[in-house]
């Protein structure tokens, strides 16, 4: 059986198979990725750990569809990253979370949309200021709003294409520890709902209040998956990221 046929199989959720990504520099190259492999099931609410450079973002751009691997499979809920990412299957906020300053929260939910030339009926961006906990600040523009309604603001407009899956790079980067449970508490909701999201994040605690399964990485590659207690157990997860 071949990889792909392997990844096809077996995964519902999210599926990453031998995924290598190696990225020219000059005369030589940069191993980001280095034979990845990852199963989980739809409706999961998955975490990436790891040091910083060892290829949790590079991971997401993939699955995203924003960037291309070297070799290997991805598949999302089944289908290419670029194919899911074409018919809106998923929702993406990234590291900074990067709002148009002029843009109203409102406007700002309704851009990924809006590019794609559909219309967003205004009771949907009600709903979905309403379910990050923005109520009232439809007209605020990002510089008049916290690092942690921003995030929020980056996360209901992720949510505005209906995705059934949802990538986030260290959506809590820089939020209050209250804000961030409200956050995780507002993820692990969809997830019931049936999203399937896959987080980067660094706070050990949010992991260990919301996420399974935690996958744990180190230089490119997958070192071991399961709850943050399983992880806890490993030797070797222990001394790579949670002594000290
Ligand atoms: P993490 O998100 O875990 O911090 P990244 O996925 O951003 O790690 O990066 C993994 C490795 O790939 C790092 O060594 C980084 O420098 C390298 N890398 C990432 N993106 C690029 C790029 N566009 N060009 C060259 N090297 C890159
Ligand atoms: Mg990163």
New binding site residues.
């Given amino acids: 059986m071949t990889i792909e046929t392997a990844a096809t199989a077996t995964a519902s959720g999210l599926c990453l198979a031998g995924l290598r990504k190696e990225f020219r520099m000059g005369r030589g190259g940069v191993v980001a990725l280095d034979g990845v492999d990852l199963e989980s099931r739809e409706g999961q609410f998955l975490s990436l750990l790891g040091p910083?450079g060892c290829g949790?973002?590079t991971v997401l751009r993939i699955l995203a569809g924003l960037d291309t691997p070297s070799a290997g499979t991805a598949l999302v809920h089944g289908e290419p990253p670029e194919t899911a990412r074409r018919l809106h299957h998923l929702g993406i906020a990234f590291?900074d979370s990067a709002l148009l300053p002029w843009r109203s929260v409102a406007g700002n939910i309704r851009l990924p949309l809006e590019i794609s030339g559909v219309k967003v009926p205004s009771s949907a961006v009600a709903d979905l200021i309403g379910l990050v906990g923005l109520d009232g600040f439809e007209k605020a523009r990002p510089a008049q709003l916290s690092g942690g309604m921003r995030q929020r603001v980056a996360i209901a407009r992720a949510l505005v294409v209906e995705p059934k899956v949802l990538l986030l790079?260290?959506p809590m980067a820089g939020v209050h520890p209250a804000l961030a449970r409200r956050i995780g508490e507002l993820l692990v909701g969809l997830c019931a709902d049936g999203l399937t999201i896959l987080m980067?994040e660094h706070e050990l605690a949010i992991m260990d209040e919301f996420c399974d399964p935690v996958v744990a990485m180190a230089e490119g590659a997958v070192l071991a998956q399961g709850t943050m207690s399983e992880l806890r157990q490993r030797s070797d997860v222990v001394e790579a990221y949670l002594v000290g």
Avoid: A, I, L
Wanted: proline share 0%.
């Fill in positions: 910083s949790k973002s590291q790079d260290e980067v």
